[in-house]
């Protein structure tokens, strides 16, 4: 496959690098399972969630804080939506094709998400190259 291309076909530059950037700023503050699903084919409001988890709620904090630095920084964009940012159980970053979750790992449990959308296409821990 070529770059930016999955085995649903070609992903979008921009859903690719945000997607990438999240991963990367996940990774960097230590995130446990972090997962993509390519939504594409599924639902038309956006192409790729991004499912990550901390282990406290300053962690997830610090987690969300960084992938909004990391995607501002690749692409000049900032979350159309924060949702969770007090409680910081489960924050949601709506960038529009790309939605990312950052869960304290009892919520990621409990919400299953994984489970509710296990016929979509699964990457783990890793960038799309």
Do not use: C
């Not at 979008?12 to 700023?25: D, I, W």
């Not at 972090?34 to 709620?57: E, I, K, P, Q, Y």
């Amino acid at each position: 496959m070529t770059s930016g291309e999955t085995a649903r076909g070609p992903q979008s530059s921009f859903v690719t690098t945000l997607v990438n950037a999240a991963v990367v700023g996940a990774e960097d503050k230590l995130a446990r399972d972090t997962v993509v699903l390519d939504m594409r084919g599924l639902v038309d409001s956006f192409d790729a969630l991004v499912l990550t988890s901390g282990r406290n709620d300053r962690q997830v904090r610090a987690i969300a804080e960084e992938v909004e630095r990391l995607v501002d920084q690749a692409l000049g964009v900032k979350p159309l939506r924060v949702e969770g940012r007090e409680s910081a159980q489960w924050i949601a970053l709506d960038y529009g094709d790309v939605i990312v979750h950052v869960f304290d790992e009892e919520s990621r449990e409990y919400y299953d998400l994984e489970h509710l959308w296990n016929t979509a296409p699964a990457m783990r821990g890793e960038p799309i190259v």
